[in-house]
């Protein structure tokens, strides 16, 4: 697969932009706890290493993935960011259960973005398995909360560049 010939996170070859002026708001998931925390060290290390001021990165929790959205929608309402980063981490079980969180939380961050015309980004692995999950969240195929910080600087960018 092409996934297994690339590092997700390496953005060596992209110029990302200054994001000093910009501010964040970080929504974590609860649930495999390990994962989300290997992600939100590696989305907040990256804000900071292009410029955010920490004060201006805003953390909150929620207890699954599925609540993601509605964190997302509490933030946008209460505060002024620029763009809002979502971390989860949905692992196959039994049942059908995976499906509808990991359609819910897609489509849901994308309502979101649209109701407040700011970027959301969805950070959340879907795996079969918890090792596909360690290796996207610091291991060998990168750091999805890297990839969904980059992501956020560049999108807080763009809108700030065609508001202005
Ligand atoms: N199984 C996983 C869940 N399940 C919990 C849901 O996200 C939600 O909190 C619950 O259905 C109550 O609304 N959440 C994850 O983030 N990851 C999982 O693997
Ligand atoms: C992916 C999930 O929702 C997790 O709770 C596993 O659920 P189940 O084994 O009941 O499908």
């Not at 979502?86 to 849901?108: K, M, P, S, W, Y």
């Amino acid at each position: 697969m092409a996934t297994q010939l690339k590092n997700l996170s390496d953005f060596s070859n992209t110029t990302i932009p200054n994001a000093g002026a910009y501010r964040f708001g970080i929504v974590v998931a609860e649930w495999n706890a390990k994962i989300t925390g290997a992600l939100y060290e590696g989305a907040y290390q990256s804000l900071v290493d292009n410029g955010t001021l920490e004060e201006n990165i805003f953390t909150y929790s929620v207890p699954g993935s599925f609540e993601l959205t509605t964190g997302a929608d509490i933030l946008l309402k209460n505060k002024n960011l620029d763009a809002v980063i979502c971390l989860g981490c949905v692992i196959q079980g039994e049942t059908r259960h995976f499906d509808f969180i990991c359609n819910a939380v897609a489509n849901g961050v994308s309502n979101v973005s649209i109701k407040y015309s700011k970027p959301v980004i969805f950070g959340v692995l879907t795996t079969d398995n918890e090792q596909q999950a360690e290796d996207r969240a610091g291991g060998k195929h990168g750091n999805k909360g890297v990839e969904a910080a980059v992501t956020a600087i560049k999108m807080a960018d763009l809108n700030k560049q065609l508001h202005d």
